[in-house]
């Protein structure tokens, strides 16, 4: 009985020193984390040459577009081609870019994957600022606040979408020219390729009677969902031409809220795949 007391007291005491490690030693290193992954970003020269064209496109989108409802789909362009493919490579690039230094890094007492979190946090962050500047000239230009807010909340979580996507891809590769060639190819596939099978696919007699197939292929992807869901909410597409299967009808009426939870579903998975990867990774 002794003996389980003593063990008892052993373990609370064990448990007091844990918690006092934590706070005197670990929060500090998180915090020290966050900021070097932050001073990382600034240096990123993806993320830098991202701030000078996202500010021209936000220019050129207020200027150049002949009214309101069309600076909106001119956001959309460059959310879908501009925006996407550099949260791509500014992510393969963070992930890269202190690959010699892993060994020292990751001594340290420290989870692997909150070195993961750290970069997209920082990097989601600092794009959030940055796509706030894109599309401030279009709220100067005579734009609906609440539109323009929902597509950039929408574009924000692309974005983030994205920078996992580039994560991911730097992480599994073993070197930096692996990495882009990684990155941009999904970026290709989702762009593109995606599109081209359903389109192909829906030659087939077998596919044509089951057109909800082809449909949830598109809405698995979130660049899809994403051009979908803003065109439809824009007013580009008339709704009724959509409203030809279940599926279809029901992605429309809740067009917004499933590329949200695609985008979050997307960040989430592709997040844990590069912790994962980096907890397995040993040079």
Known sequence: ????????????????SAREFTRSHALPMVRALFGREFRAALINRYFQ??????????IAAAIFSEDINATAVFYVQITIYFVSLFALLAGVGSAQAEREEWQLLLTQPLPRAACVVGKFCALLS????????MFVPGLLAGSSIH???????????????????????????????QGLIVGVSAWL????????????????????NVPDLWVALL????????????LFALQQIPAESANKTPLASWWIAHASVWFIAIAV???????????????????
């Open 265 to 283: 579903a997307w960040s989430v998975m592709l997040v844990m795949l590069s912790g994962l990867r980096l907890k397995k990774w040993e040079e």
């Open 189 to 208: 596939l989702l762009l593109f390729g995606l599109d081209l099978v359903a389109l192909f696919a829906a030659r087939w007699s077998t596919i044509q």
């Open 49 to 58: 040459v991202f701030c000078v064209l996202g500010f021209m496109g936000g």
């Open 126 to 133: 600092m794009f959030g600022g940055v796509l706030l500047l």
């Open 219 to 230: 809405m698995l992807n979130p660049l899809d969902s994403f051009r979908i869901n803003a």
């Open 1 to 16: 009985m002794a003996a389980s007391s003593l063990s008892l007291i052993e373990r609370r005491e064990f448990n007091d």
């Open 147 to 177: 539109a323009l807010a929902l597509l950039y909340f929408e574009t924000f979580l692309l974005a983030a979408t994205f920078l996992a996507c580039g994560l991911a891809a730097g992480y599994l590769a073993h070197d930096r020219a």
